[in-house]
């Protein structure tokens, strides 16, 4: 019996192990996919400004911030952020940024939303992919590794 619990525990380690290495590549999958959705966003947004414009006057109802305003920070963060989240730079930031416009988005637009339980939905798979990449701690893929690799580098120099 305790050889089996041995094999057991040898297997789950090496599984454990093989996994961790696959971190980076969901680490990238995650940050591609929630990229692509707010670029889209935002590409939609410039695209169209008058149309832009209109939804952000008469539609959405965003706290805080004069509707032209709320617009062009809207799509300065969604364009910005997700190509800042897509390279790895910055990723915490450029992740926290979009799940902030996220959440704006849920409550500016609820009444809306709450009638379409698929668009509540990737909201909140939206959302809690973005809180995983603010908290996550795998960084390699991303241009963040990349210059903390080159400063490393210049420090060891020095």
Request: charged fraction near 15%.
């Amino acid at each position: 019996m305790q050889f089996l619990s041995e094999k057991i525990c040898a297997l789950w380690c090496w599984t454990s192990y093989q996994l961790m290495n696959l971190a980076p590549v969901f680490s990238l999958i995650a940050r591609l996919y929630i990229a692509k959705v707010f670029l889209l966003s935002g590409y939609n947004k410039i695209s169209d400004w008058p149309s832009t414009l209109y939804l952000f006057t008469s539609e959405y109802d965003v706290p805080l911030l004069p509707p032209v305003l709320a617009a062009v920070l809207a799509t300065i963060g969604e364009l910005g952020l997700s190509v800042g989240l897509a390279l790895g730079f910055k990723t915490q930031f450029s992740a926290f940024g979009l799940l902030v416009l996220n959440i704006v988005a849920v409550v500016s637009y609820y009444s809306e939303l709450v009638s379409s339980p698929v668009a509540i939905h990737d909201h909140i798979e939206w959302g809690i992919i973005l809180c995983l990449l603010i908290v996550s701690d795998v960084h390699q893929w991303s241009l963040d590794e990349f210059l903390r690799g080159n400063e490393g580098k210049e420090q060891r120099h020095a």
